[in-house]
T-cell receptor
């Protein structure tokens, strides 16, 4: 158990809809990262939040956005869903954005877009 | 970050050592080697990381060649629960949490 919890675990949406995924980080961790994992692929970095601000972003369009709250929990929002957005979305936390790089991942939210 | 090359799949007999290779011939002097694994339907799990010296922890050993162009993750006594996809990643420390996972090596431990 990593202490990182994500919700919902599974959900189904249709093209064009919007989705919000949630993550509670491990106690004491102030940095949250989000990854997208398509079937058969490794996780791909979406962005990270440190002290409520985005401070790193991968190659994802602006319709992928996020928030981090004062308690360090986080949300991932995806607008105008496309079929290719179907994936496992992983949240990871750690103590500091500049640490040695050991990430603690949640179990993920599996999104299916029809 | 430098990219890595791993075999797509490997088998290992239960109880034997599993040796997972990784090639990172373009690694820079300030890049570390990390290993994560992902058991089916779970989030990735950190295993170990190192710069140039060999490292060992309760899960595994990491052997890095002297020229740092390749490394080997060793699971000394593989169990069925070690069946997973293993990712070798190189990256600069203190650059946030952006990791390039690639497709990894799918290790199957056989009874």
């Amino acid at each position: 158990e990593t202490g990182v919890t994500q919700s919902p675990t599974h959900l189904i949406k249709t093209r064009g809809q919007q989705v919000t995924l949630r993550c509670s980080s491990q106690s004491g961790h102030n940095t949250v990262s989000w990854y997208q994992q398509a079937l058969g692929q490794g996780p791909q970095f979406i962005f990270q939040y440190y002290r409520e601000e985005e401070n790193g972003r991968g190659n994802f369009p602006p319709r992928f956005s996020g928030l981090q709250f004062p308690n360090y929990s986080s949300e991932l929002n995806v607008n105008a869903l496309e079929l290719d957005d179907s994936a496992l979305y992983l949240c990871a936390s750690n103590r500091d954005a500049s640490n040695t790089g050991e990430l603690f991942f949640g179990e993920g939210s599996r999104l299916t877009v029809l | 970050d430098a990219k890595t090359t791993q075999p797509p799949s490997m088998d290992c007999a239960e109880g034997r050592a599993a040796n997972l290779p990784c090639n990172h011939s373009t690694i820079s002097g300030n890049e570390y080697v990390y290993w994560y694994r992902q058991i089916h339907s779970q989030g990735p799990q950190y295993i170990i990381h190192g710069l140039k010296n060999n490292e060992t922890n309760e899960m595994a050993s990491l052997i890095i060649t002297e020229d740092r162009k390749s490394s080997t993750l060793i699971l000394p006594h593989a169990t069925l629960r070690d069946t997973a996809v293993y990712y070798c990643i190189v990256r600069v420390v203190h650059t946030g949490n952006q990791f390039y996972f690639g497709t990894g090596t799918s290790l199957t431990v056989i009874p």
